[in-house]
Structures are given as structure tokens and as C-alpha cells.
């Protein structure tokens, strides 16, 4: 008997030495990245015209950065611009590191000009696609790239590996300065000018004044298969995609893995991206890839033109055999609601996954646009809205005000009072028909800086409903901090008696930003496990502008290792 329990503990001492090598190899074999950002304004022309532009390092798009999975940034923010700036990683964790999630007086004071500041992170147990963008003001319409993250050494995709891998960036360009676009719509109250063209990888394509000689051209070759990792980096824009003559195989969004389906076309809220797999099984030509706007708000004026790149086979010999037109796809009608609901029912994980039960928190969000009604002391001029009103939007009817003497973060760890309260409803405050005929007196919200707080580990449900205030509309939401599953989705109000049984508890999607149908509701869980101060908002900047934010209070645990670290000593100062 003692000889076996010599074994045991033998074999014991040997697991735990194995496992303890495996993660110190795991270890060494991380990287940390260090990269400069100098924000600062270059020469851009598009559509004929040159605009200072604001950049990252004179390019536009921004840099593309390439991590694995347990690697950790380093990045120093240089600001040389006339504004103030911050950067945010958007659908980074950030355990425990909320200083670097980068949202303006949320987590950070902005970086003014002339300042800088360094934001350090490690990505831990996310791989796919993420981008980053500038988190003040309308900046990201210029300010952003794309952020990759590959497995970890000797791990691997979960599907067959791609011959290469390109990223795909849909954006959002205005003939004018976008912060000149914003300031003149806070000034009159009216719903700001709509953009001038879309982008693909910075380039609006050859549909457009100017613009054919330097269209995107994406590469494949026949019988190869590759990646496209798609972000929609645009600022106001739902997006549908397609390729033309080509199907996606889709494996993966937000950074999370999903089980393999196909289709012809895919839509992305802004802040959202789509993994997808094109196999080149088409004969050798040239094929127009293109993105054009889901406008889901009825009567609202929007950018209906289309961005187009060219997926160019190699065997193909330009210029002689470019004088014909590259292949146009078909695209879906701008409302087709439809074809959005059939994409984003078809998402799953790949497998069995663990969604919180035994739900702590049971959260109902209104979320939808407002009316304020036109101040006294305002000029006609500053009321542009319809019916001499100023646009708004709102959360549960609080339209989100940001401070500007201290950043939430710190006014949480700090201890500073007076910046924020704690009271943001857990429910709408009226009970109404959310997406019916909504009485007037229910469109001009309050305004607040109101956080909900969260216990460290609780198991968070909320519903988030569409309403038809001024007009419903699909609201793509982000959570700072989190992903989150989204088990149900659907159209009217939701029913908690009748709609529990559409929720999929066994293989839902895990996303960081979850696109509301219009006039409908999705509902998500995750578990409260990162401590700290977290924003939630709408991606279209338009209606974060107006107030369509809240943000939570995750309380810390216990130990170091539930608690928020402490602040960089180069956090900018308010």
C-alpha cells in the first residue's frame, strides 16, 4: 500500500510539475508588442478633394496590429492633432486593466494636444478580429485599424487554415471635417449631415468621382482558400457586404469562434465584425465586393451610395485584360430586415456553451431616440429638430451625460463625489407600448450621469428593447469590457411569458456588440467578472452623441486579482 501511494505521489508531483512547465512555456512564449501612434493631421484626398485629415501615423486607415492570444500591448498615444483624443480597443477584455479601455471621461480624461499617454494590455483567451478606433468627439470617422488576434504557438484555427488573410475595413468618409459635421448638429439640434461615400479599406471604389485609380484590389488565387476579416469601422452605418459570384463561409465574429454556415451576404453594425472564409472556385476574372447602407429608420435621410474593392484573381493579367468591368453582385434593398434576421438567426458556437443561470441581475433596457422640447432662452436656429425641437436619445428615458471634470473611473476609485450617481433604472420608469404609438409626453427623457451597479460575479440578463419614439431603428450595442451571449432575439415588444421559449441556453452566439432588430428586442447574459466602471452605448456615434449610453459599476471582488490595478502614473489629468 505504501509503495502505491510513493507512486501516486509520484505521478502527482509529476502532473503538477507538467502543468506548472506548460504554463511557464505558455509564458515565455507570450510576447509583449510596443507600438507609437502619433495622432496628428495629414493631407487626404478622396472624392476629388484634399482633407486634413486626423490620422494615426499619417495613414488612413490606421495600422493594422497583429497579436496571439496571451500577448500583451504596448502602445504609446502621441497627440499632435488640435483635439483632444483617446484610443479605445474595442472588444478587449481589459481584465483588471480598465484604464486602457480608453473611452473619453469614462475609464480616461482625454489625451490633450501636445500630451500623451501609454496604454498597456494583455489579450487573455479572446482570438479572431477586433479593431480599434478613437473613442472623442467624431474622430474615428478617420481614427481606427484593425486589430488581429491569431491563436496562441502551438495552437491553431478551428477550421482549415487559409492560403492569407485579409482585412477588410467598411468605412464612413465625409467631404468635410466630421467635427465640424457634429458641432453644427449639437448647435442646432437637427440630425447631422449625412456622409458622402463609404469606404473599403479607406478607398470608396469605382462608383464614385475620382476615386477608380486607387480602388482596393483584394488577391486570390484559383483553388485557394482565404479570410476576410470584416470590421465595419463607419460611424453612423449598418452595412450589408457581399462578394460578387462568391459565397462566405462564416466562422467567427467579435472575436469568437462560430459554428461554419454560408451565405451570400452579410450585415454588421458598426463595432461589429464577421470572420469569413471565400474559396476562389470562380473562373479567373476580376469581382466587385461591395457594401452598401441597411437603413432600418423609416423617412430618415441616409447615405444610399455603394463602396465597391475588387477581388482580383492573380492568373489574371492587368492592364490587358482590365478593360472589362469587374463583375457587380446583387445587394439587398436597403430595408430588407429580412435578409438581416435570416444572418443573425443563422449565428451559433461551434459547441456546448456555459450561459449563466440562476440570473442575479434581471435587467429591461429601453433603448431609442427623444424630443427635448426647444430651451426659452434658445433662438429658433438652435431648435432644427422637427416641430422646433432638438434631437436626444436615451437608455430606460436617462440620455447619458458625460462628465468632463474627472473621468468616471476615477471618480469610482478616487472616491471624488459629485461626478456620478448610482441610480440608473433596472426597468423603464413608465410601462408602455415600446413599440406602438408612444404618447408625446414620453419623448423628452432625463438627463443624468447614472450608473447601475453590479456585485463582482453576478450573473446579468438584460433585455434590450427597441422603441418607437421618433422612430424605431436597429441599434447596434456595445458593452465595454464584456462579451456577452445573445440568447433570443424578436420583433414587437418583448413578453417574458411567451418569449422565454426562443431562448437558446445551449450553443448561443458570443458577441460584444449585439444589433437590436427595429422595433424588436434581443436579450443577452454574461457574468460580472471584470471589476471597474463600464460603458454601454449605441455604436452609431450619432446617437451616442445624443445620450444613448449608460454605463455600469462593477464592484471589486476579493484580493488583487477581483480588484481594478492601480491607475498608470501617466493617466491624463482632466
Given at each position: 500500500?505504501?509503495a502505491i501511494?510513493?507512486?501516486?505521489?509520484?505521478r502527482?508531483?509529476?502532473f503538477?510539475?507538467?502543468?506548472?512547465?506548460?504554463?511557464?512555456?505558455?509564458l515565455?512564449?507570450?510576447?509583449t508588442?510596443?507600438?507609437?501612434?502619433?495622432?496628428?493631421?495629414?493631407k487626404?484626398k478622396?472624392?476629388?478633394?484634399?482633407?486634413n485629415?486626423?490620422?494615426?501615423n499619417?495613414?488612413?486607415?490606421?495600422?493594422t496590429?497583429e497579436v496571439?492570444?496571451?500577448?500583451?500591448?504596448?502602445?504609446?498615444?502621441?497627440?499632435?492633432?488640435?483635439y483632444?483624443v483617446t484610443?479605445h480597443?474595442?472588444g478587449?477584455?481589459?481584465?483588471?486593466?480598465g484604464?486602457?479601455?480608453g473611452?473619453?471621461f469614462?475609464?480616461q480624461?482625454?489625451?490633450?494636444?501636445?500630451?500623451?499617454?501609454?496604454?498597456?494590455?494583455?489579450?487573455?483567451?479572446?482570438?479572431?478580429t477586433?479593431?480599434?478606433h478613437?473613442?472623442?468627439s467624431?474622430?474615428?470617422a478617420?481614427?481606427?485599424?484593425?486589430?488581429?488576434?491569431h491563436?496562441?504557438e502551438?495552437s491553431?484555427?478551428?477550421?482549415?487554415k487559409?492560403?492569407?488573410?485579409?482585412?477588410?475595413?467598411l468605412g464612413e468618409?465625409?467631404?468635410?471635417?466630421p467635427i465640424?459635421v457634429v458641432?453644427?448638429?449639437?448647435?442646432?439640434?437637427?440630425a447631422?449631415n449625412?456622409s458622402?461615400?463609404?469606404?473599403?479599406?479607406?478607398?470608396?471604389?469605382d462608383?464614385y468621382?475620382?476615386?477608380?485609380k486607387?480602388?482596393?484590389?483584394?488577391?486570390?488565387d484559383?483553388?485557394?482558400?482565404n479570410l476576410?476579416?470584416?470590421i465595419?469601422?463607419?460611424?453612423?452605418?449598418?452595412?450589408?457586404?457581399?462578394?460578387a459570384n462568391?459565397?462566405?463561409?462564416?466562422v467567427?465574429a467579435?472575436?469568437?469562434y462560430?459554428k461554419p454556415?454560408?451565405?451570400?451576404?452579410?450585415?454588421?453594425?458598426?463595432?461589429?465584425?464577421?470572420?469569413?472564409?471565400i474559396?476562389?472556385d470562380?473562373?479567373?476574372g476580376?469581382y466587385?465586393?461591395?457594401a452598401?447602407?441597411?437603413?432600418?429608420?423609416?423617412?430618415?435621410p441616409?447615405d444610399?451610395?455603394?463602396?465597391?474593392?475588387?477581388?482580383e484573381?492573380?492568373s489574371v493579367l492587368?492592364?490587358?485584360?482590365?478593360?472589362k468591368?469587374?463583375?457587380?453582385?446583387?445587394?439587398?434593398?436597403?430595408n430588407?430586415?429580412?435578409?438581416?434576421?435570416?444572418?443573425?438567426r443563422?449565428l451559433?458556437s461551434?459547441?456546448?456553451?456555459?450561459v449563466?443561470?440562476?440570473?442575479?441581475?434581471?435587467?429591461?433596457f429601453?433603448?431609442?431616440?427623444?424630443?427635448?422640447?426647444?430651451?426659452?432662452?434658445f433662438?429658433?436656429r438652435?431648435?432644427?429638430g422637427?416641430?422646433?425641437?432638438?434631437?436626444?436619445?436615451?437608455?430606460?428615458?436617462?440620455s447619458f451625460?458625460?462628465?468632463?471634470?474627472a473621468?468616471?473611473?476615477?471618480a469610482y476609485?478616487?472616491?471624488?463625489?459629485?461626478?456620478?450617481?448610482?441610480?440608473?433604472?433596472?426597468?423603464?420608469p413608465?410601462k408602455?407600448d415600446y413599440?406602438?404609438?408612444?404618447?408625446?409626453?414620453?419623448?423628452?427623457?432625463?438627463?443624468g450621469t447614472?450608473l447601475?451597479?453590479?456585485?463582482?460575479?453576478?450573473?446579468?440578463q438584460?433585455v434590450?428593447?427597441?422603441?418607437?419614439i421618433?422612430?424605431p431603428e436597429?441599434?447596434p450595442?456595445?458593452l465595454h469590457?464584456?462579451?456577452?451571449?445573445?440568447?433570443?432575439e424578436?420583433?414587437?415588444n418583448?413578453n417574458?411569458?411567451?418569449d422565454k421559449?426562443k431562448?437558446n441556453l445551449?450553443?448561443p452566439?458570443m458577441r460584444?456588440?449585439?444589433?437590436?432588430?427595429?422595433n424588436?428586442?434581443?436579450?443577452?447574459?454574461?457574468v460580472?467578472d471584470?471589476?471597474g466602471?463600464?460603458?454601454?452605448?449605441c455604436?452609431?456615434?450619432?446617437?451616442?452623441t445624443?445620450g444613448?449610453?449608460?454605463?455600469?459599476?462593477?464592484?471589486?471582488?476579493?484580493?488583487i486579482?477581483q480588484s481594478?490595478?492601480?491607475?498608470?502614473?501617466?493617466?491624463?489629468?482632466c
Amino acid at each position: 500500500m505504501e509503495a502505491i501511494n510513493r507512486i501516486f505521489a509520484n505521478r502527482h508531483c509529476s502532473f503538477f510539475f507538467l502543468l506548472l512547465l506548460a504554463s511557464a512555456m505558455s509564458l515565455a512564449i507570450a510576447k509583449t508588442h510596443h507600438h507609437d501612434f502619433i495622432v496628428q493631421a495629414a493631407k487626404v484626398k478622396r472624392l476629388c478633394k484634399t482633407h486634413n485629415s486626423i490620422t494615426v501615423n499619417g495613414m488612413f486607415p490606421g495600422p493594422t496590429l497583429e497579436v496571439k492570444n496571451g500577448d500583451t500591448l504596448v502602445v504609446k498615444v502621441v497627440n499632435r492633432a488640435r483635439y483632444n483624443v483617446t484610443i479605445h480597443w474595442h472588444g478587449i477584455r481589459q481584465m483588471r486593466t480598465g484604464w486602457a479601455d480608453g473611452p473619453e471621461f469614462v475609464t480616461q480624461c482625454p489625451i490633450r494636444p501636445g500630451g500623451s499617454y501609454t496604454y498597456r494590455f494583455t489579450i487573455e483567451g479572446q482570438e479572431g478580429t477586433l479593431w480599434w478606433h478613437a473613442h472623442s468627439s467624431w474622430l474615428r470617422a478617420t481614427v481606427y485599424g484593425a486589430l488581429i488576434i491569431h491563436p496562441r504557438e502551438g495552437s491553431s484555427y478551428p477550421f482549415f487554415k487559409p492560403k492569407r488573410e485579409t482585412p477588410i475595413l467598411l468605412g464612413e468618409w465625409w467631404d468635410t471635417n466630421p467635427i465640424d459635421v457634429v458641432r453644427e448638429a449639437t448647435r442646432t439640434g437637427a440630425a447631422p449631415n449625412i456622409s458622402d461615400a463609404y469606404t473599403i479599406n479607406g478607398q470608396p471604389g469605382d462608383l464614385y468621382n475620382c476615386s477608380s485609380k486607387d480602388t482596393t484590389i483584394v488577391p486570390i488565387d484559383s483553388g485557394e482558400t482565404n479570410l476576410l476579416r470584416v470590421i465595419n469601422a463607419a460611424l453612423n452605418q449598418p452595412l450589408f457586404f457581399t462578394i460578387a459570384n462568391h459565397k462566405f463561409t462564416v466562422v467567427g465574429a467579435d472575436a469568437s469562434y462560430l459554428k461554419p454556415f454560408t451565405t451570400s451576404v452579410i450585415m454588421l453594425g458598426p463595432g461589429q465584425t464577421t470572420d469569413v472564409l471565400i474559396s476562389g472556385d470562380q473562373l479567373p476574372g476580376r469581382y466587385y465586393m461591395a457594401a452598401r447602407a441597411y437603413q432600418s429608420a423609416q423617412n430618415a435621410p441616409f447615405d444610399n451610395t455603394t463602396t465597391t474593392a475588387i477581388l482580383e484573381y492573380k492568373s489574371v493579367l492587368c492592364p490587358a485584360k482590365c478593360t472589362k468591368k469587374p463583375f457587380m453582385p446583387p445587394l439587398p434593398a436597403y430595408n430588407d430586415t429580412a435578409t438581416v434576421t435570416a444572418f443573425s438567426r443563422s449565428l451559433r458556437s461551434p459547441r456546448k456553451v456555459e450561459v449563466p443561470t440562476d440570473i442575479d441581475e434581471n435587467l429591461f433596457f429601453t433603448v431609442g431616440l427623444g424630443l427635448n422640447n426647444c430651451p426659452k432662452n434658445f433662438r429658433a436656429r438652435r431648435c432644427q429638430g422637427p416641430n422646433g425641437t432638438r434631437f436626444t436619445a436615451s437608455m430606460n428615458n436617462v440620455s447619458f451625460v458625460f462628465p468632463s471634470k474627472a473621468s468616471l473611473l476615477q471618480a469610482y476609485k478616487q472616491k471624488i463625489p459629485g461626478v456620478f450617481t448610482t441610480d440608473f433604472p433596472a426597468k423603464p420608469p413608465v410601462k408602455f407600448d415600446y413599440t406602438g404609438n408612444v404618447s408625446r409626453s414620453l419623448f423628452q427623457p432625463a438627463r443624468g450621469t447614472k450608473l447601475y451597479k453590479l456585485k463582482y460575479g453576478s450573473r446579468v440578463q438584460i433585455v434590450l428593447q427597441d422603441t418607437s419614439i421618433v422612430t424605431p431603428e436597429n441599434h447596434p450595442i456595445h458593452l465595454h469590457g464584456y462579451d456577452f451571449y445573445i440568447i433570443a432575439e424578436g420583433f414587437g415588444n418583448f413578453n417574458p411569458k411567451t418569449d422565454k421559449s426562443k431562448f437558446n441556453l445551449v450553443d448561443p452566439p458570443m458577441r460584444n456588440t449585439v444589433a437590436v432588430p427595429v422595433n424588436g428586442w434581443a436579450v443577452i447574459r454574461f457574468v460580472a467578472d471584470n471589476p471597474g466602471v463600464w460603458l454601454m452605448h449605441c455604436h452609431l456615434d450619432v446617437h451616442i452623441t445624443w445620450g444613448l449610453a449608460m454605463a455600469f459599476l462593477v464592484e471589486e471582488g476579493i484580493g488583487i486579482l477581483q480588484s481594478v490595478e492601480p491607475p498608470p502614473t501617466d493617466l491624463p489629468i482632466c
